[in-house]
């Protein structure tokens, strides 16, 4: 595939440099994380001995204490550059999973979780910021389309390699899962250190004016418009994860094993059509604010249709396919939003600032995250198709704020390529006899 290889792979997508290393990092980091994320109470717990309340209450302080890193290591990319973030970052992941099977009492748990959380929790930011450092216009894009079909194919790799490891040699084997973890965060660290920065954009008129910092992105209302509307659509993200499991076992009162063929249908088709999707939506010349928008609608079509399931409530076989459709529909406004939408905010941010503006727009998941749970479950309590409700008309706000902000937010943000030089790469594909979608 074209995306791997480094190469420009259509008529105005810039080259990237170390692409393929790049991919294949993240790609390995993922397997990683796969191993250990949907175990991480019983992982740490073999890993350190220590009680699953000690280990819980732990993992649950650090985490909160990695969100309010975010705005540090926004800072910190602003500085140094996301790539030298990224690099550390690597590095203190590779050493924590290397030091947790030594961290047997409770200081040393919280001590190397409390580290390793700090760079968890900023990871995402310090990506983001990567992506937007060594890539400009539709090349943002497919690197974002690559990225999440890459994370959701080596978090599935990861999780069916550690269910493996302790089918065969037991939950001893959580120990070398972890130094297992250690190498493939410093493997993906070394790949990618290769990738290669692009150079700066020209100067504006601004030049010589010292950064504002974060008072210069409180000002900035359209970029905290489009990080409040990514908050609507990120409580969607949640509810596949939280409110689907519950509403499946109270409302419908369905089989648990449909959660898992849920999950599983969703994760094979971000992984395996992710990046064909996203290029037919790249290709097609749309609007970074259309397309996140059309991924927000599809969500609230998704979160519709579990409405009316609810309210139907029919036989099993019907409820099943039905599910599964849904899934589907569900999937495919991830797959068209996420892209769009992640290039969208790398793009709307200012270079000089992008590690803040991206903290601070990164934070609307992590309040997402954090919120769902107990709204979701509050709602659910009330009745099983008001959560989705919810849901439905925070899409729907989310798609119509896209809209609005279209015309508030900087041209090349909006366009994944200046229009000027879209009409000139058409022009380009028609004189040599291709179809002008493949050059837009």
């Known amino acids: 595939m074209a995306v791997f290889r480094g190469e420009t792979s259509t008529a105005g997508e810039a080259k990237v440099a170390g692409e393929r290393s790049l991919l294949l990092g993240i790609g390995v980091s993922a397997i990683g994380i796969g191993m250990y994320v949907p175990f991480s109470l019983v992982f740490f717990h073999h890993v350190t001995g220590l009680s699953f309340t000690l280990v819980g209450l732990v993992m649950t302080v650090t985490g909160v204490a990695g969100l309010a890193f975010m705005p540090l290591a926004g800072s910190a990319v602003d500085r140094f550059g996301a790539k030298r973030v990224n690099l550390v970052l690597y590095g203190i992941r590779a050493l924590g999973f290397a030091l947790y099977p030594f961290a047997g009492s409770l200081p040393a748990f919280a001590a190397v979780a409390l580290v390793t959380a700090l760079a968890d929790r900023s990871f995402s930011v310090v990506q983001q910021s990567l992506i937007g450092e060594v890539a400009r216009g539709a090349a943002r894009d497919r690197l974002q389309a690559s990225t999440r079909a890459l994370q959701n194919a080596g978090m599935g790799a990861g999780a069916l390699l550690v269910s493996g490891v302790l089918a065969l040699w037991g939950t001893g084997a959580f120990t070398c899962t972890a130094w297992a973890n250690s190498l493939a965060f410093a493997l ?33 209302r359209p970029f905290l418009g489009l990080t409040a509307a990514n908050f609507l659509t990120a409580l969607g993200y949640s509810a596949l994860s939280v409110l689907f499991p519950l509403y499946l076992s109270t409302w419908l009162a369905a089989p648990d094993s449909l959660t898992g063929a849920a999950f599983t249908l969703n994760t094979a088709l971000c992984a395996g059509i992710g990046v064909l999707v996203a290029g037919r939506v790249r290709r097609s010349g749309a609007r970074r604010t259309r397309s996140a928008a059309l991924g927000a609608l599809l969500f609230a079509a998704a979160f519709a249709g579990q409405i009316v399931l609810g309210t139907l409530r029919p036989g099993q076989s019907a409820t099943l396919a039905a599910l599964l459709v849904i899934v589907i529909v569900y999937t495919l406004g991830e797959l068209v939003h996420s892209p769009s939408g992640g290039a969208l905010s790398v793009s709307a941010a200012p270079e000089p600032v992008r590690g803040r503006y991206l903290a601070t727009y990164q934070l609307s998941y992590s309040l997402a995250t954090a919120l769902a749970p107990s709204l979701f479950t509050a709602l659910l309590a009330v009745d099983g198709r008001l ?34 030089a879209a009409a000139a790469a058409a022009a380009a594909a028609a004189a040599a006899g291709r179809p002008a979608t493949a050059a837009a």
């Open 188 to 220: 993906a660290g070394l790949l990618v250190g290769r990738v290669r920065p692009v150079p700066a954009e020209p100067a504006g008129p601004c030049a010589g004016r010292p950064a504002a910092g974060y008072r210069m992105v409180l000002r900035d």
């Open 387 to 420: 959560p989705w409700a919810v849901l439905t008309a925070a899409a729907l706000g989310a798609a119509l704020a896209l809209l609005r902000l279209e015309r508030h937010l900087p041209a090349e943000a909006v366009h994944a390529e200046p229009p000027a």
